[in-house]
């Protein structure tokens, strides 16, 4: 499985295939399931009745909105990227749900033709400033298989979760409420691979903190079963601010999530003096090192990992191979995370604990 899975070609072949058998599956469900509503809506039909069919042919999705262009291509040599973000992964799950999406939308009934009256229904081409989301699927000849503008969602009471939606066909104004398994996603987020890197909480060891401000210090614990992390060296004369405080500092790596991502040469991470950094150890042999630099209000780090075990390092082969060259924006509150002073943990000399000892808020 694993070496089938290793070639970019073989991948999406499977994944598309995959898609095929869950599309026609899903077509055959979604009319039988709009069996309550014909008797008022007509007769269901699905509006790309051939996509079903050639959804092995797509090799680029444009999603279009009032915020941008969305271009989601596959790459023989990488798989599904995204070409906005310099090639990089693309969710597969995004891809997926999309396709089965656009080849399973169902026509319930005809709504409005009038052109004044789309924009009620955010059906107004992006094209031209509206709230519309246009999708476009195309074969690798740039040839367009699929494109819908989709607008305002609606329940239709469907027994299996889909959605109404107001669509229309580009280039005409007559619009549909139609059935879809999921409402579109335009967001740039919702597209971007997200799975860098799932370390529980319950793997940690320890962890070396070099931060921007202070002394390195280390958190650790000596079995799983510990409650919580100590501080290595405690300062003489001074006590931690609660017997907690350093458990944030140590799952830092814990439920590692982003918002944006860049290629890593776009920053310089090689500067100590701006450039904190934490090193967390797993009691499995997993270790995961992050960089972060703090540019303006925003946070931005870079991953690396290694093993000593052969399970670690085969951990750490997949980690690498999502984080390698690239520099991950982070949530605040995880970029803070990553940066606290050892001062941060402990009571303020000679009085109570300060407010800011607190852990961020997950």
Known sequence: MSSMFADPRRRNLAILAGIAVVTIAAAVLGVFHQASFSERRGHPELL?????????QIAHIRIQSKD?????????????????????????????????????????????????????????????????????????????MASIITGKSVDIGDPEGAVGLFVRRPGETQSWLARSIVEPKADLGDWLEKDVMSIDRARISEADVDPLSGPSYVVRRDKPSDADFKLNEIPKGRELSYDAAP?????????FSFDDVKPARDFDFSDSAHTARV??????????????????QDYWATVSAEGSTPDARNEARQIDGHASGWAYKLPAYKGQQFMVPVESLLKPKGGAPAPASQPPAQ
Request: without cysteine; negative net charge.
């Open 48 to 56: 790309f009745p051939d996509l079903v069919s050639r959804v092995r």
């Open 68 to 144: 941008g262009i969305i271009d989601v291509v596959f790459k023989p040599e990488k798989t599904w990227v995204v070409t906005n973000k310099d090639d990089y992964p693309a969710s597969h799950e995004q891809v997926r749900a999309t396709v089965i999406a656009l080849a399973t939308l169902t026509a319930l009934e005809k709504k409005t033709a009038r052109a004044d009256w789309l924009p009620y229904v955010d059906l107004v081409s992006p094209a031209h400033g509206g709230d519309g989301k246009e999708i476009t699927v195309l074969d690798d000849k740039g040839d367009v």
């Open 247 to 255: 458990d944030a500092v140590a799952a830092a790596v814990v439920d």
């Open 279 to 296: 090193v967390t150890k797993t009691f499995d042999g997993l270790t995961v090192t992050v960089n972060v630099i703090q540019q303006g």
